[in-house]
């Protein structure tokens, strides 16, 4: 089930064994369920899933739309996603220019509190 797109996913959804009855927010859930389940890193010792560094939650949902012909909207989607999601995680990291920024400060700093001890 591991190399299913998407789009067969639904397949199977709204196939006759599936209820026919399903909405697309349970669609869209299904998605977000599928797709976190194989980028996904999952915790061995929590239920915690780590996404990898860089894939965030719009992101996701710019591939559900498009895949799904008639896609919930992107407030729906983040609500889904809150409401169901609460254990994936998206790593905390700052822009290489910020990181590059306060490196050269920090720098800067050090080497200016060096040059004042050294009087």
């Known amino acids: 089930m591991h190399n299913v797109h998407f789009f067969q996913m639904k397949v199977l959804f709204l196939s006759d064994s599936y209820d026919n009855n399903i909405s697309t927010g349970q669609i869209a859930l299904g998605y977000m369920k599928h797709y976190v389940s194989l980028v996904g890193d999952h915790s061995p010792e929590t239920a915690r899933i780590l996404l990898p560094i860089g894939v965030r939650i719009k992101d996701i949902y710019r591939k559900y739309v498009s895949l799904h012909e008639n896609p919930i909207t992107k407030a729906t989607f983040y609500a889904l996603w809150k409401k169901h999601m609460r254990h994936v995680s998206q790593p905390k990291v700052l822009p290489y220019n910020i990181i590059f920024t306060y490196s050269h400060t920090e720098i ?11 009087s």
Request: proline content about 0%; glycine content about 0%.
């Open 108 to 118: 800067a700093n050090n080497d200016l509190f060096n040059s004042q001890d050294s």
